[in-house]
């Protein structure tokens, strides 16, 4: 059993949803109010944090425009839009084809998605059939959605004794982790509309390393981090640009410590590590 677990957030880490989710939450707030909202208006929320559920999220764009519209039917639309609309086809695998295999070298690897299982199942039947993730958590699986601690704990239970890290890309994802006790990986993509502030952002909250995007964890400074690839300064560089290294194995200890030796409890569809 591999005593390293990465625990990864699914979309804007594994899944570029900008045309799925984003674009759902665009179009019901059109249905129902005749307007229109800019992506970078949806990220603004998310950098606010408490918006890691986008049906609510585009429920309370509906109401700043001043649309009483019931939250479920909100939720409905966006649904319909997703997973019946053609939404969900849109989405892009991010992963490059040999990243897994190295990471798998050391490490297991969980999810903490705030998706639905629903929502979840097709995207990993469709993009990664071959690749194990246990545990993984869902909405489905957690009373409350990040950025409480609940799901990240759920794993922690299930994997008592492990290292953790978790690779996220929004500030709900940050302070979860941090509430958690669990070392943050934040993922801030070049495109993203509000790229600057979110990485000050999660700055502040204590992220280990901020990456450019996904495949960047095989690339590490020291033996212990995610992937070392053994490239020189000069190389990564050229490679990566200046995103921060991933410098994770020798922070965080005394807090993930403490998080496992916590009692949690775990949900009954949470299942264990392998």
Not at 48 to 74: K, T
Not at 122 to 133: E, I, K, Q
Not at 184 to 190: C, E, K, L, N, Y
Request: aromatic share 6%; net charge positive.
């Amino acid at each position: 059993m591999k005593n390293d677990l990465l625990i990864f957030d699914v979309d804007g880490v594994l899944v570029d949803a900008e045309d799925s989710f984003t674009a759902a939450i665009v179009a019901a707030v059109r249905r129902f109010s005749g307007r229109t909202v800019s992506r970078a208006r949806i990220h603004g929320y998310k950098l606010a944090g408490g918006w890691n559920n986008d049906w609510a999220l585009a429920h309370r764009l509906l109401a700043d425009l001043g649309c009483d519209v019931p939250p479920a039917a909100v939720a409905e639309a966006c649904e319909r839009l997703y997973s019946d609309g053609g939404l969900a086809a849109r989405e892009r695998w991010l992963p490059a084809p040999g990243l897994f295999p190295r990471l798998a070298e050391r490490f297991a690897f969980a999810l903490c998605t705030g998706r639905s299982r629903r929502e979840l199942q097709p995207t990993l039947d469709r993009f990664a059939p071959g690749l194990r993730f246990a545990p993984q958590v869902c909405a489905d699986d957690v009373a409350r959605g990040k950025p409480d601690p609940e799901g990240l704990r759920l794993i922690q239970a299930a994997c008592p004794g492990r290292r953790c890290w978790f690779v996220g890309d929004t500030v709900d994802d940050a302070r979860a982790a941090r509430a958690a006790g669990v070392t943050f990986i934040g993922v801030v993509a070049p495109g993203h509309p509000h790229r600057a502030r979110l990485r000050l952002r999660l700055e502040q909250e204590r992220a280990a390393a901020l990456l450019d995007d996904v495949n960047q964890l095989a690339w590490r400074q020291g033996p212990s981090c995610p992937g070392n690839m053994g490239q020189d300064r000069r190389a990564r560089r050229a490679k990566f640009g200046t995103a921060r290294p991933c410098r994770v194995a020798t922070l965080g200890k005394g807090r993930e410590a403490a998080a496992r030796g916590r009692s949690r409890k775990r949900r009954g569809s949470v299942h264990g590590c392998t």
